[in-house]
Structures are given as structure tokens and as C-alpha cells.
């Protein structure tokens, strides 16, 4: 406390001109960058037409190696033409350090400083200055200007405290808007030590860039956190990518962030294994929509596949939602056991043939309806795919017929008979009513089919016989017979996938480029060969497999969600981002189970971040009651800050729309950035007409939908509804009144059995 009153005096003590002469010493430094980065951009101007003129050689060696230049250089230039908010945005001035070894950027090694780098009087001289950014800089000298984020040297930045300094003395955030600085925020990590640079006394200037941060208001695409990671999240960030890292931490700690940032981070790492192989999954495309701009402003763009639970499975988007009941039903263990019965029980529909007949050698052979159904047991008694199972049904169909021929003992040299066998064969597969019955008989399956014959009540009564119940049979039944998809149907559309397998396809042969034919370079290329783009773009198109899985809000996923992601992760490195006491799923073990499974027996590394960055303490303190009810025994993360603003209650007189748009009506006077108002799943399109007209910062959404986004400030409709929708009510109920940066405001009706003061049932003391 001493320490932080020292830096806030220091703070009050600086003069504008101070403060003017700092921003002009960054602004000097930021022209620098930006004036090499414009001749890195000539360069790779320069290499683009390079590349060009290499194509008119006109050999195939010529051509693939301009492809591969162009391909280097577009990306090379398109990350520098990228002109972010703050390209630069922080400084760290170090003390000596330890030993003089300089890492591959041109910054020195050293974490701690070296003896006698602080004299006796409490003295110390700068020795070395870096800026860190989005990516690296270098100078003509090589020098560092820039230093990237994720570089070693740049950990000191996050990581650095009061109470472990390393060799780090002030710390700077940057503000800058384009080429222009706007204003610089210090921390001190030693306030005890008079540092010099330049023979000029450190000055300390702002109010704390973590709390600025912390104020800015909200848009509905979220920030990066990259000028404001704080240790325990840096440690996540940069932790080594074997096994599986599992990160907890309650609403506010920067799960989601933490995530995206150290899907940088592992590119930056060890970009040839993981570029273009890194999946993250995140639980709605709301948060979808509102994260995927972090990476590029990263300098990632391209590089990671963000996919939402409902969009794994291509050519597939879950639109719909379930019920609670139906949810809990489709995504339980013991759908896998029905997917598996439905698989095969397609197979003997009552439009499957009966009996086959076919003529070979001249007499017509039969097999009847009991003899079929024994082959086909035989068939899919195989471990192998139903659908790969199919050359397996026809061998032994053929078995048969050639035994009712009686042509098997027709010769005693081995010779002969597996000639006259392999005539036999032939004659019936060449036969048209035998390729039509085995089509029929065998068809090839798809998931959709499957999930359309399971739509009917009584075929699914028997393949889910003694499994599920009747309510929810014909629940399940009744919802697969909709237009379109839910979540839960995506995971059973990719177990049905695996279940049944696809046969091989003929690979079809790629089309001659024209420009080819001209030349004549198809006599040495007969088929045009990919360019290296295009050959990233179509395995990131057929990409089931990733090196790195991302799993954001990991408390949501079910056991058939679980093993959907699993199959994308079987050879890769895991990160599992979650927060049990958020969980919307009804049985957090059989989940934990699943989860298990999918990551199988890779070490787990343990993170656990405790700091609430999002909610005032106001607002943490309401949630904390519902925490209590939800998981008791649970501790909220700790809020860094106060606003000195109570969360708000209002009751309904007239309407509850009527209500509900007057208070997001007065938080939009109170407030700069977006509203969020959220309401049970039911009332969700309900709400939005409540809401129209009031403009485009104000948004509605249903309580699952509210996973991992925050609100400048948020008006919670209802908290009974919300917490009756599900056994997990109470947790999502939690996460709805922890969306908030600002100001929390919650409407009762009746149903929430309000005080004399507003305050429903659920949140008073």
C-alpha cells in the first residue's frame, strides 16, 4: 500500500510538460518503427515482383517456385500493411542483467539483474529499453525497435510485480491510435529505487494501465488484452503446449482471452507445427462473431479455425434449440448406444428386399429372407464401419450362392476350382438384378438418413429400447422431424459419421489449366500441379485433425459433444478453458467422463486464474449470493475494482416488455457502450421485439446464448425463469448476472416474489 501511495503522489507530481515530453519521446520512437516498416513493405513489394517475373521463364520449376515466393511474400506484406489501434503498446525499462546473452530478437536474456546494477544509495542506472508490440521490428542494424509480444524477452512486460521485479523498473502501456501517440500509462515495480536514463531521473506517469483498460467501454466484438495480460494470465499464455493445460477461472478472470492469446502464442512458438492446425472450440457463434477478430489483431489472421459446438460437422450449422428435457436426452452416453442400434437397424427397414434371385451357370439360384438376415448379422458382426462393411455383406452373399450352386466340388484341382469360382463370381456381380438388390439391400448410409428414420416414434422405441425412456423417445423423435439443426443433433451427426464410415471415392483427376494447353506444358505437367495456397486452402477445407484443440467454456460440452471434439484431437496438444460453477450441463460427471476420455492419458498441467476483471465488486458481490445457492462452498474470483454503483431493481407494473425496454432505455443515457439483456431461452425472440428501435447497442439474448460475452450493462429479465429452465438453472442464471462491466440492472415479476425494494427471492441475503 506504502508503495502504490508513493507511485500515486509521484503520478500528482508530474506536470503536463512531463507528460507532453514522454508522449513526444514515444512518438519519435513510434515514427521510427513505422518508417521501417514501410521499407519492410517495399521489400516485400519488391520480392511479389520478383516472384512475377520468375513466372515468365515458363518451366515447371520456374512456376512452383513463384507460386511458393508469391505465397511467402503476400503474407509477409499483408501483416505489415495491417495498421492496428496500437501497433505499439508498451515499454519496459531494465536494469543489467545477470549475463550479456542475447536471444534471437536482439534483446538480452537476463531475468534478474546483476549484482551491484542497484548502488547503495538506492540508485540504479536504465541499461536497456525495449518496446513491445504485435510482431517484431527489427532495425538495419538488427537492433530490436520492436519487440514481439510473445517473444521471451517480452514476458517481463506481463509478468514483472511490485513484489518480483526481475530487472524490470517502470513499465509502460502505449496508447496510440494509428502513427500518433495519444498518451502513456507507468507502473512502477521498484518505487523504492531513483532510476536514471540518460542521465535524467525516471518520471512516472497516469493513473494505471490496467484500470484504464478496465474502463473502456465495450463494443460487440471484444478486445484483445494484449497491453493488459496480467501474470497469472501470462503464465497460461506462454505454459509449454505438451499434454493438456486445463485453465479454471470464474466469470471476468480473461478465460476466452487467455485462450485466443495463446493461440498466438503456440503460432509464434512453433509455427510449422501448428499453422493452420489449431481448432478452437467455443460453446454459440455469438461469442464466434465476438472473438474472431482478436487473432488477426494479433497478427494472426488465417492461422486458427474458430468453430462453434454447432458448426464442427461441414455442410451442417446448428440453428435450433432444444429443450432442456430433449437436450439432456440427445446429449447423454446413452445416445451412443441408440446411434450405434439406429446404424445397423436402418439396414432392415421394411423396404429392404426379402429374397434374391440371380442366374449364374445357366440356373437361377435364390436365397431367401432368413438366409439373407443371417449373412447380414454375419456382415455387421465386423468391427469395421457399416458402410465399409458392405464388400464384407457381398462376399459372403457370393459364399452363398456358390454354395447353393453345387459347383464347389465340381473339381479337385485347387487351380480349377478357384478359376471356375472366380467365373462364377463375375457371371453373378455382371448380373443387373444382383447390383440392384445388394444397392437395396445394402444401401450406402449417411448420418442424415439415419437421424430421418430415428425421427420416426416407433423405430426409434426399438432401437432405444430399455436405454431411453418413453417421454423422452418421443421427444427425441419429435424434435429430429424439424427443418434444421440443434447443437445436439451436430454431435450425433458426427457420431453417426463415424459409426458408418464413407467408402473410398475415385479420386477425380484435376482439370488442365488452359494456360497449359497453349504452352505445352502438358507433355511435362500433365495434370496442373496445386500452388502452395491453394493446396493450404483445401487440406484447412478437409482438416478433421488439429496439432492444437482449443476448448472455450469446456463446462458446456456433453458427452457426445465431448467425443465429437475428441475425434479432431486425437494426436494433438489440448488447451481446456472452463469454469465448473458456469457449467449449463446437467450431469457435470458423466461430462467430466467424456472429457476425460477425449483427452486420454496426456498429463494435465493446472492453471487457476482469480482475479475478476470484469465486474465491479458491486456486481460480483449480487452473483456471489446465487454462487452460494448454485454450488455452495464455491469462491467467487476476487473483483480488482468499485464503482460506488449499486446494481439497480425494478418490478413489473403494466408489461414486463414495456419494463424491460425502460430500463434498457435508461442504462443507454448511463452508459457509452453496449447493453446486453438477457432472458430465459423461451422469451429470447420475444424480447428482441420488446427492444427494436432502441438501436444497434442494445442487444437480446437467451441465458445460454450470454456464455463468454460481457455488456457494459446488463438488464437480468427475470432470474425465476431463468433459474427454472434446467437443473443447471441456478449456474446459468450465475453466469447472466456476471456479464456486466458497469452497471447490472434486474426486472421481477411476479414469479421472482420481489421485496418491498425490487430484490427477488433468488437474490436476497
Do not use: C
Amino acid at each position: 500500500m506504502a508503495a502504490q501511495a508513493q507511485q500515486e503522489t509521484a503520478v500528482d507530481a508530474v506536470p503536463d510538460s512531463v507528460r507532453d515530453r514522454e508522449i513526444s519521446v514515444e512518438q519519435e520512437h513510434l515514427d521510427r518503427v513505422y518508417q521501417r516498416l514501410e521499407e519492410k513493405i517495399h521489400e516485400a513489394e519488391f520480392l511479389m515482383h520478383d516472384a512475377a517475373r520468375r513466372g515468365q521463364v515458363g518451366t515447371p520449376g520456374a512456376l512452383a517456385e513463384r507460386d511458393a515466393q508469391v505465397f511467402r511474400a503476400g503474407v509477409h506484406l499483408n501483416r505489415l500493411n495491417n495498421e492496428y489501434e496500437d501497433f505499439l503498446f508498451g515499454r519496459i525499462d531494465l536494469l543489467p542483467g545477470k549475463d550479456g546473452k542475447k536471444g534471437p530478437d536482439g534483446a538480452y536474456t537476463a531475468v534478474e539483474p546483476a549484482e551491484g546494477a542497484v548502488r547503495s544509495d538506492n540508485t540504479a542506472d536504465i541499461a536497456e529499453t525495449l518496446h513491445i508490440g504485435r510482431i517484431g521490428v527489427l532495425d538495419t542494424d538488427y537492433a530490436p525497435l520492436v519487440i514481439d509480444w510473445r517473444a521471451p524477452a517480452a514476458a517481463p512486460f506481463y509478468r514483472s510485480t511490485p513484489v518480483d521485479p526481475g530487472r524490470v523498473v517502470r513499465r509502460r502501456v502505449i496508447r496510440s491510435k494509428g502513427r500518433r501517440v495519444l498518451g502513456v500509462e507507468d507502473d512502477l515495480m521498484r518505487p523504492e529505487l531513483k532510476a536514471f536514463l540518460g542521465g535524467h531521473e525516471l518520471p512516472v506517469i497516469g493513473d494505471g494501465a490496467l484500470m484504464a483498460a478496465l474502463g473502456q467501454a465495450r463494443t460487440h466484438t471484444m478486445r484483445d488484452i494484449v497491453a493488459s495480460i496480467q501474470a497469472e494470465q501470462d503464465l497460461v499464455i506462454r505454459a509449454p503446449a505438451a499434454s493438456v493445460t486445463y485453465v479454471e477461472g470464474g466469470p471476468g478472470t480473461g478465460k476466452t482471452a487467455v485462450a485466443l492469446h495463446r493461440a498466438a502464442y503456440l503460432l509464434y512458438q512453433d509455427r510449422r507445427r501448428y499453422a493452420g492446425g489449431i481448432l478452437i472450440v467455443s460453446p454459440t457463434p455469438l461469442l464466434v462473431a465476438y472473438t474472431e477478430g482478436v487473432l488477426p489483431s494479433l497478427g494472426e489472421e488465417g492461422q486458427v479455425a474458430i468453430r462453434a459446438i454447432g458448426s464442427l460437422v461441414d455442410g451442417a450449422e446448428a440453428t435450433l434449440y432444444d429443450s432442456p428435457a430433449t437436450a439432456r436426452a440427445k446429449g447423454s452416453y446413452r445416445m451412443l448406444k441408440v446411434v450405434r442400434k439406429a446404424a445397423r437397424g436402418v439396414l432392415e427397414l421394411n423396404d429392404s428386399p426379402s429374397r434374391l434371385r440371380v442366374v449364374a451357370f445357366g440356373r437361377r439360384l435364390e436365397l431367401e429372407a432368413e438366409e439373407l438376415a443371417e449373412i447380414r448379422r454375419t456382415a455387421l458382426s465386423g468391427t469395421a464401419p457399416v458402410n465399409l462393411l458392405r464388400p464384407r455383406a457381398r462376399k459372403l452373399l457370393l459364399d452363398a450362392l456358390w454354395s447353393r450352386s453345387g459347383s464347389a466340388g465340381r473339381h479337385s484341382d485347387p487351380e480349377l476350382a478357384a478359376e471356375l469360382r472366380s467365373s462364377f463370381d463375375e457371371d453373378v456381380t455382371g448380373e443387373d438384378s444382383f447390383i440392384e438388390f445388394l444397392d437395396a439391400w445394402w444401401p450406402e448410409l449417411t448420418p442424415r438418413g439415419v437421424l430421418a428414420a430415428m425421427a420416426d416414434d416407433k423405430r426409434l422405441g426399438r432401437w432405444a429400447r430399455r436405454i431411453l425412456n418413453p417421454g423422452e423417445i418421443r421427444r427425441v423423435a419429435r424434435s429430429l422431424r424439424r427443418d434444421g439443426w440443434s447443437v445436439h443433433d451436430i454431435a450425433l451427426l458426427d457420431e453417426l459419421q463415424a459409426i458408418l464410415g464413407a467408402p473410398a471415392r475415385p479420386r477425380k483427376r484435376r482439370e488442365l489449366d488452359p494456360l497449359d494447353q497453349l504452352t505445352g506444358l502438358e507433355e511435362l505437367m500433365p495434370v496442373r500441379e496445386e500452388t502452395q495456397r491453394e493446396r493450404a486452402e483445401r487440406l484447412a477445407q478437409e482438416r478433421v485433425e488439429y496439432a492444437h484443440v482449443i476448448v472455450d467454456e469446456a463446462q458446456d460440452l456433453t458427452p457426445m459433444q465431448w467425443r465429437m471434439v475428441g475425434r479432431r484431437g486425437r494426436h494433438a496438444t489440448w488447451t481446456v478453458v472452463g469454469d465448473p460453477a458456469q457449467s449449463s450441463w446437467s450431469d457435470p460427471d458423466e461430462a467430466a467422463q467424456a472429457r476425460d476420455e477425449a483427452l486420454g492419458t496426456r498429463p494435465r498441467r493446472r492453471f487457476r486464474l482469480t482475479v475478476n476483471y470484469r465486474n465491479p465488486a458491486e456486481i460480483a458481490e449480487l452473483a456471489a449470493r446465487v454462487l452460494a445457492l448454485a454450488m455452495p462452498g464455491s469462491e467467487s474470483p476476487s473483483a480488482v475494482r468499485s464503482t460506488g454503483i449499486e446494481p439497480r431493481f425494478a418490478v413489473v407494473r403494466e408489461s414486463l416488455g414495456r419494463t424491460v425496454r425502460e430500463e434498457a432505455a435508461r442504462l443507454l443515457d448511463r452508459v457509452d457502450g453496449t447493453i446486453g439483456v438477457v432472458v430465459a431461452m423461451q422469451r429470447r425472440e420475444e424480447a428482441a421485439r420488446w427492444l427494436s428501435g432502441l438501436g444497434d447497442r442494445v442487444v437480446a439474448l437467451g441465458s445460454l446464448e450470454a456464455k463468454g460475452l460481457e455488456y457494459d450493462a446488463t438488464v437480468v429479465v427475470s432470474p425465476a425463469e431463468i433459474a427454472d429452465e434446467s437443473p443447471a438453472g441456478l449456474r446459468v442464471l450465475y453466469v447472466a448476472l456476471t456479464r456486466a462491466t458497469q452497471q447490472l440492472t434486474v426486472v421481477s415479476g411476479e414469479r421472482d416474489e420481489p421485496d418491498a425494494t425490487g430484490v427477488p427471492d433468488l437474490l436476497r441475503d
